[in-house]
């Protein structure tokens, strides 16, 4: 199972950018899928996560209005949308997996992790 990261860089503040997260090894049907960060001296974030065929979302309240996240299936790829960016966000971005649900990711990390990407929000 593989998860790979794209879409981070330099952006300036109230820019936007557009995470994507591709999979392989694996069928996305049964899997939960999110996004993750961690800046610098601080603890893991988990930002967002989407329930397997994408029923469901949830965010945190850092980034609720301004992230989206989304999934495509058949594109074995699941996005995260970010707008109205602010150099809070500036981090390593992290995509993550599991069989379990969303509901649970507070309190069980996923197994399944990619190797990150950096988004950088800076003028």
């Known amino acids: 199972l593989q998860l790979v990261e794209s879409g981070g860089g330099l952006v300036q503040p109230g820019g936007s950018l557009r995470l994507s997260c591709v999979a392989s090894g694996f069928t996305l049907d049964y899997y939960s899928m999110g996004w993750f960060r961690q800046a610098p001296g601080k603890e893991r974030e988990e930002i967002s996560c989407?329930?397997?065929?994408?029923?469901?979302?949830n965010y945190a309240d850092s980034v609720k209005g301004r992230f989206t996240i989304s999934r495509d299936d058949a594109k074995r790829t699941v996005y995260l949308q970010m707008n109205s960016l602010k150099p809070e966000d500036t981090a390593v971005y992290y995509c993550?997996?599991?069989?379990?649900?969303?509901?649970?990711?507070?309190?069980?990390?996923?197994?399944?992790w990619g190797q990150g990407t950096q988004v950088t929000v800076s003028s």
């Open positions: 993550a997996t599991d069989t379990y649900p969303c509901s649970t990711w507070s309190t069980r990390d996923p197994d399944y």
């Open positions: 989407i329930s397997n065929r994408g029923g469901n979302t």
